[in-house]
């Protein structure tokens, strides 16, 4: 079975810092490509970040820009997503996605995506 599940959520300060992990299963993580959405309360998902497959380029919104930093451990059949920075504007529950893509991820929206994880919560509050 094909499972994504993301983990590392959690309540922290202003200015603080979380990773995010996606790990998968079922499946093996090197030929998909894996973005990060977020969805607040009452708001549209939208796309954060994302690298690609075919050649590990990036794409990041630009409300995180400099602060967010995507990767992936193909060994580790993981993906993660370092949050430096945090402001109490990217408190949202975050969701880890991938899918086949034939060439950057940034040409892509949300319904690329084949399998996504549950979503864990990120709470930036004092």
């Known amino acids: 079975q094909v499972h994504v599940v993301e983990s590392g959520g959690g309540l922290v300060q202003p200015g603080g810092s979380l990773r995010l992990s996606c790990a998968a299963s079922?499946?093996?993580?090197?030929?998909?490509?894996i973005g990060w959405f977020l969805q607040a309360p009452g708001k549209e998902r939208e796309g954060v970040s994302c690298i690609s497959s075919t050649d590990g380029s990036t794409y990041y919104a630009d409300s995180v820009k400099g602060r967010f930093t995507i990767s992936r451990d193909n060994t580790k059949n993981t993906a993660y997503l370092q949050m430096n920075s945090l402001k109490p504007e990217d408190t949202a529950n975050y969701y880890c996605?991938?899918?086949?893509?034939?060439?950057?991820?940034?040409?892509?929206?949300?319904?690329?995506?084949?399998?996504w994880g549950q979503g864990t919560q990120v709470t930036v509050s004092s």
């Open positions: 996605a991938v899918g086949r893509m034939a060439d950057s991820c940034s040409n892509y929206g949300l319904y690329e995506y084949d399998y």
């Open positions: 079922g499946f093996t993580l090197d030929t998909y490509a």
